[in-house]
């Protein structure tokens, strides 16, 4: 809280006014000392203001450019897994240099919770697109101590640096899902039944987890709802696997060949 | 598909434990939530005594022996805050995390202590006397000044029944000097650049308040109960509608 007021014009008025021989020039003195105030409120809500809107630009910019890390990855396939990888990596790393760096230096020396609102969406956004690159590419889930390591460099070391919050990342983790069940599927339907599973496990192992910590988390109603989602994609994991699983010996055989066709698996059920 | 072997494989090492960190972390914020919630209703109980000493003004009681009772609950209220600034300091830089638990309440004892003040000095208190007064230090547990400014209009909410009550006990002077405050304190909240949000919308109120004064103001003024000299030498010109 950096909110220091004057006091010393409140002191005049007050005199003023205990003297009831200065009537007419009280008024005009008593409005004036008034206004004095209201300058230094005026100035501070100014301040705030426009540093909240700084704030909310550079989240924005976070959660587009995070957004377009997360495509890319998406077009992930069996034949061009590294060269995508490595185009989600540096794209990652612009977003962290270039936009992060931003939220970090406008935030730096103040109460991170003030403006968290201003802030959240685009940092819950790049927290989506650091795991999914992270689960591309290790197959683990990227740690907000990890994540919050990489973020130290950003800032300047005379302040406290810029952490990412555990709602934030929780709520991060949760958007998660719903980009990992659009990659189950995608490989599913490329044949590459395996790493769906491996996709399934992880997210029923994240939702669990999450069942626990979802209930004590600060304001819940966002992540409330947020779970229902999750468990949503994570049925629809499960029934894309069951369905492969069911009816795999209609399919297998195609699985060597070049064109390769599964809209038998009734993806139009998926809602995709 | 083996999902029970594949299960363990996620589960053991680090997503374990950062889950288990983060139990421990939100239980460990949760009790202090708790506690703070534990300290804001005290506060709460106590504005609402306050309350109760303040509306005896309604029924032109002296100012002083209203004053009296009702000072006794801001000392009460200076240990309320005192013990949360206590609890805050256990978890440095995260004053805003928690704001939202003793906002309200906060509000609310502004206005009162504000309004207390206006009866006895007849001036506006600003900010930095509350925080004096409740012994508050801007440097680890301050006062918001947007609690501040949203305490001062619930305080203007209150001047137009004290008004009314003030003229039907034969104080017929009261109007002008209400309105002349009141005036003011509008003008200098014009100097703010609101956003669209809950102060906005209680300094919006506020011109109602103004309104109604001046409607008192206009009935006393016209019947001739109001005393002239004293009103055409301070008034009129600075007058001007909201």
Redesign the interface.
């Known amino acids: ?7 010393s ?2 002191a005049a ?2 005199h003023l ?1 205990s003297n009831p021989t200065k ?2 020039r ?2 005009s003195t ?2 004036a000392a ?2 004095a ?3 230094k ?2 100035h ?3 301040t705030l ?1 426009d540093k909240r809107e700084r704030v909310v630009k550079a989240s924005r910019d976070i959660t587009i450019n995070s957004k377009k890390v997360i495509f890319q990855v998406h077009r992930i396939s069996k034949y061009n897994r590294d060269e995508v990888l490595e185009k989600a990596e540096k794209d990652l790393a612009a977003v962290t240099d270039q936009h992060l760096s931003r939220l970090v230096k406008e935030l730096q020396g103040t ?4 403006l ?1 609102r201003a802030y959240s969406p685009g940092v819950q956004e790049y927290v989506e697109a650091a795991t999914l690159y992270e689960f591309c590419k290790t197959g ?2 990227l ?3 990890a994540i919050n390591a990489s973020l130290l460099p950003l800032s300047d070391p005379s302040f ?1 640096p810029l952490q990412i919050n ?1 709602l934030d990342y ?1 709520l991060g983790v949760a958007d998660l899902t719903g980009e990992l069940m659009r990659l189950a599927i995608g490989r599913i339907s490329d044949g590459e039944l395996e790493y769906a ?2 996709i ?3 997210v ?2 994240i939702y ?3 069942t ?2 979802v209930p ?3 304001e819940n109603y966002e992540m409330k709802k947020k779970m229902d989602t999750m468990l949503q994609s994570v049925v629809k994991i499960e029934n894309a ?1 069951f369905s492969v ?1 069911v009816r795999g010996s209609e399919y297998i055989p195609l699985l060597g060949c070049s064109d390769p066709n599964f809209s038998f698996l009734g993806a139009q059920e998926l809602e995709l | 598909m083996a999902a029970d072997a594949g299960d363990s494989s996620f589960s053991s090492s680090s997503m374990e434990k950062q889950f288990g960190g983060f139990l421990q972390q939100l239980e460990q914020s949760g009790n202090l939530r708790d506690k703070i919630r534990a300290v804001a209703a005290e506060i709460e109980s106590s504005t609402r005594v306050m309350h109760s000493c303040l509306l005896l003004v309604h029924e032109s009681r002296p100012i002083p022996e209203v004053a009296a009772k009702a000072e006794a609950q801001i000392e009460v209220m200076k240990g309320l805050y005192g013990r949360l600034a206590e609890i805050l300091r256990e978890c440095p830089g995260q004053y805003y995390r928690y704001h939202g638990d003793w906002r309200t309440e906060t509000q609310t004892a502004i206005s009162m202590i504000a309004f207390l003040h206006w009866l006895q000095m007849g001036n506006l208190l600003v900010h930095s006397e509350v925080e004096q007064k409740l012994g508050l230090d801007s440097s680890e547990f301050g006062l918001d000044i947007e609690d501040y400014l949203i305490g001062i209009c619930f305080m203007s909410n209150e001047l137009p029944r004290y008004v009314v009550n003030q003229v039907t006990a034969g104080d017929y002077d009261c109007p002008r000097k209400v309105l002349a405050f009141l005036t003011d304190l509008h003008a200098s909240f014009r100097i703010l650049n609101l956003r669209n949000d809950f102060l906005r919308k209680k300094f919006d109120g506020m011109k109602y308040d103004l309104r109604r004064v001046e409607e008192v103001y206009y009935d006393v003024k016209i019947r001739g109960l109001a005393p002239i000299g004293d009103s055409t030498a301070t008034k009129g010109p600075k007058h001007k509608h909201g």
């Open positions: 809280m950096k909110t220091s007021l004057g006091k014009t409140v008025e007050a006014l009537k007419s009280r008024m008593s409005a008034m206004s105030t209201f300058d409120y005026a501070y809500l100014n203001n109460d991170f919770w003030k968290r683990k889930l740690n907000l101590e406290e555990i929780v599973e491996t399934c496990r992880f029923r192992e669990r987890k999450l626990l910590v004590i988390m600060d696997c699983h």
